[in-house]
């Protein structure tokens, strides 16, 4: 394993955990510009920009409204809020609701939604993404629940079947990188369920989760075959070449079309390769984040990558020294 992933990543990571550091990230002017490289504004009007870009270059897309980890009730209620905003705007773009593939999707962190919440958390974050699936449902878009740290993953899913009883549409997100995973994947793939499958953002430890990135290279091609196999659709989330390369020989394998399934990628990430995929008539999704708290998604960035790091470092020391003040 290289210095970047044993030694660098842990501690990056780490840093997505410090309430210090946020101020200290968020008070570095040039921090914004490295941000808008990977989020599509603050506002709704903004990701509304992101998304007729995206859709017109044939890409379709899952908008995440950042924010983790609430600890409030009101903030909860107030990310709910800000999801309706959202899917009441993209209904407005009138695009066709009864594809086989919906073109327009919001992606959820139930720790948003008050799932970490000491009393009653999961109930309440139960409730508010069922709010956030009816409007969906309303205005024809899916919705995919995002997979947060590993002692999130019982309670996320428990409640991704309870929702899917309701809304069989419903997707969520497997890490490849967690060796409970295949397991997930077998179940979901028998369910017929929307499976987002990405390697993993977090820094768990070897007790639950492989380390070493061959390692989870390897448990993400066996999950996808898993997912490729079974009766759902899966939605590989990757910009690893490994990976995309493959991915039409799987498909012929199981006799899927490129209608049944997608890649997806993250947004300001390889740009190029994404409008590649969609150019060669395969559906590619992209996920869009906006809002203001940005934060541990910009730091999880940095973290998988030496040259993202190198982009935000090296942006910092491009930075104008300030005018020597007057004395
Ligand atoms: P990885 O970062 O390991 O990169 C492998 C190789 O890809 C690199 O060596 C390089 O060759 C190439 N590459 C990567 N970035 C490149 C770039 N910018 N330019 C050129 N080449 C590049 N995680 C999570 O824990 N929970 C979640 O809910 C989600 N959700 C999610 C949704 C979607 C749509 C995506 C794409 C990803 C997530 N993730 C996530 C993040 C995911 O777990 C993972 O951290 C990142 O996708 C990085 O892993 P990759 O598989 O992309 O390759």
């Known amino acids: 394993m290289g210095v970047f992933q044993q030694v660098v990543r842990p501690v990056i990571l780490g840093a997505a955990q410090s309430s210090r550091m946020r101020r200290a990230a968020e008070q570095i002017p040039v921090t914004r510009k490295v941000v808008d490289r990977f989020v599509a504004g603050e506002t709704v009007p903004e990701a509304m920009d992101a998304v007729a870009q995206l859709r017109d270059s044939s890409r379709t897309v899952t908008i995440d409204y950042l924010g983790e980890d609430t600890t409030k009730v009101e903030d909860a209620d107030a990310t709910v809020r800000a999801y309706l905003d959202l899917l009441d705007a993209l209904g407005k773009r009138g695009e066709a609701a009864n594809t086989k593939v919906r073109p327009l999707e919001v992606s959820l962190k139930l720790s948003a939604l008050g799932q970490a919440l000491p009393r009653d958390g999961e109930k309440i974050a139960l409730e508010n993404a069922h709010t956030i699936c009816e409007r ?95 009766s759902g659709y899966p939605m590989v989330a990757s910009h690893d070449p490994v990976i995309i390369e493959a991915v039409p020989a799987l498909a012929r394998e199981t006799g899927r079309s490129v209608a049944d399934f997608e890649y997806q990628m993250l947004y300001g990430i390889r740009d190029a390769e994404q409008r590649r995929l969609a150019d060669e008539g395969n559906q590619m999704r992209v996920y869009v984040p906006f809002g203001n708290e940005w934060y541990g998604y910009f730091v999880r960035r940095l973290a998988e990558r030496p040259a993202n790091l190198t982009f935000f470092l090296r942006a910092l020391a491009e930075r104008k020294p300030k005018a020597t003040p007057a004395v």
């Open 136 to 230: 969906a449902k309303g205005i024809g878009a899916w919705v995919t629940v995002d997979a947060e740290d590993h002692t999130t993953t019982d309670s996320t899913l428990s409640i991704v079947r309870e929702l899917r009883t309701e809304f069989d549409w419903l997707g969520t997100v497997l890490q490849s990188y967690l060796k409970r995973t295949p397991a997930d994947c077998e179940e979901f793939a028998a369910s017929g369920a929307r499976i987002r499958l990405c390697k993993g953002a977090y820094d768990e430890p070897a007790s639950v989760a492989y380390r070493d990135m061959d390692d989870v290279t390897d448990s993400y091609l066996r999950c996808l075959g898993v997912l490729m196999a079974g």
